[in-house]
Structure formats: structure tokens, C-alpha cells
């Protein structure tokens, strides 16, 4: 059974700082692409950082410098490093893993965790 489980969430003042962990359980961990996704209220759930299988990243336009993906193949976990925090940051973070199988792809999600970012 794939288990996704996302913490560190919670609420901060906007120019804080959080760290987002994800830890995986149920797939071969160092073959998947890991991501992290938010969903704001009234909004659609948008990609905000991507690290593959390799190490190489990718962030959204409007987080990258602020934000950082990393990912411990060791321990299953991937991680979201969050700075200058701002209320428009505030959504439902989301941890997903990804990879190809043959013409299709396999997709597995955590439950989220929340962000706050207010004074």
C-alpha cells in the first residue's frame, strides 16, 4: 500500500519561514519523481516544485528563490523549504510521486497539510 504523508505545516507570519516533509512508504522511493503541489481555496491545485529521480529540479515561476525542493532516497522522504513567506503562499500542500510506466504514468498522493501565512 503507497502512503504519502505530508507534515510541518501550520500557520506563519508572512516573511516566515517553513519546511514541508513528505515521508513515502510503498514504492521503490529513488525511481520517482517527487513534487509538491498546493491547492488555495477557490483555486486549482498548481505545481510548485518538482526534483526527479536524478536530482534535477524544477520550480514554478513564482516560487523559485523562495522555495527548495530536496529529497533523501535513504530515508523515503522529500522535503519543501519555504521562505519569505507571503498570504498568497496560504493553501493545502500537497506531496505527489510520479513516474512513467510504458504509454502511461503512475500518480500517487499524500492527504496535504496546511499553510497559513498571516499576521
Known amino acids: 500500500q503507497v502512503q504519502l504523508v505530508e507534515s510541518g505545516g501550520g500557520l506563519v507570519q508572512p516573511g516566515g519561514s517553513l519546511r514541508l516533509s513528505c515521508a513515502a512508504s510503498?514504492?521503490?522511493?529513488?525511481?520517482?519523481?517527487m513534487g509538491w503541489y498546493r491547492q488555495a481555496p477557490g483555486k486549482q491545485r498548481e505545481l510548485v516544485a518538482r526534483?526527479?529521480?536524478?536530482?534535477?529540479?524544477y520550480y514554478a515561476d513564482s516560487m523559485e528563490g523562495r522555495f527548495a525542493i530536496s529529497r533523501d532516497n535513504a530515508k523515503n522522504m522529500v522535503y519543501l523549504q519555504m521562505s519569505s513567506l507571503k498570504p498568497e503562499d496560504t493553501a493545502v500542500y500537497y506531496c505527489?510521486?510520479?513516474?512513467?510506466?510504458?504509454?502511461?504514468?503512475?500518480?500517487?498522493w499524500g492527504q496535504g497539510t496546511q499553510v497559513t501565512v498571516s499576521s
Open positions: 505527489n510521486a510520479w513516474k512513467s510506466r510504458g504509454a502511461g504514468e503512475v500518480e500517487y
Open positions: 510503498g514504492i521503490i522511493f529513488s525511481i520517482y519523481a
Open positions: 526534483i526527479f529521480s536524478g536530482g534535477t529540479t
